[in-house]
Each structure stands twice: as C-alpha cells, then as structure tokens.
C-alpha cells in the first residue's frame, strides 16, 4: 500500500555531513507527522527528529543544533541533513511515517491511519 525509500546513508569521518532523504509512495491520501529514528548497537531505538504537516519540528537533545529536519509535502519526502557528525551518532536511521491512505471509495475518500516505516539506512561516523 505505502512504501517509505530511504537513500543518503554511508561512511563519514567525524566532522562530517550527511543529507538522508526518506520518499513515500503508494495509496496516500495525506501524511501527518514525519521523523527520523535510529538504532546503535546494543541499544533501543530514539527518536532523532520529527516534523509535522505544518512544519513544526522537534529533535532530540543531543542532536539540537547540528541536524536539520525538513520536508517536501508535494514530494511526500522528508529530509534530515546531518553536520558535525559524531561518531555517537554511528547508527541505522529510520525513515517514519502516519500516513492516511486512499479508502478506495471516491465519495468518502479518506482512510486509515497508519504508520510506516523505511527499511534503515546506515551512519557510520569514523575515521
């Protein structure tokens, strides 16, 4: 029904930047909230970075200042600009997103909501 691509992983040596971008596809009606999660190794999945329909934006503390969150709502993509990465920040990042789907019917077409997930993108911040 809904697939979440996600591209711009890879190696980068501390100091570093990295753009990933997450691109939803399939039966969508709208897209509420969008974010970026990750897990390291050995630990649970964080939230890194989220942003509504409107815009608003919230991150977690330890990436304030250094990661940017935006997104393209006529491209149904999000975006997470990475700078001054850390090698704490070597991790799987996850693409998220609540997705209304089409209901298939044309008078009421509003559907379900749902939350989707990408497959994970790999961060390695190292030198």
């Known amino acids: 029904q809904v697939q979440l691509v996600e591209s711009g992983g890879g190696l980068v040596q501390p100091g570093g930047s990295l753009r990933l971008s997450c691109a939803a596809s399939?039966?969508?009606?709208?897209?509420?909230?969008m974010g970026w999660y990750r897990q390291a190794p050995g630990k649970e999945r964080e939230l890194v970075a989220a942003?509504?329909?409107?815009?608003?934006?919230n991150y977690v503390d330890s990436v304030k200042g250094r990661f940017t969150i935006s997104r393209d709502n006529a491209k149904n993509t999000v975006y997470l600009q990475m700078n001054s990465l850390k090698p704490e920040d070597t991790a799987v990042y996850y693409c998220?997103?609540?997705?209304?789907?089409?209901?298939?019917?044309?008078?009421?077409?509003?559907?379900?909501?749902?939350?989707?997930w990408g497959q994970g993108t790999q961060v390695t911040v190292s030198s």
């Open positions: 942003i509504t329909s409107g815009g608003s934006t």
């Open positions: 998220n997103a609540e997705v209304r789907i089409y209901s298939g019917n044309y008078y009421y077409p509003e559907g379900g909501l749902y939350d989707y």
């Open positions: 399939g039966s969508i009606f709208s897209i509420n909230a």
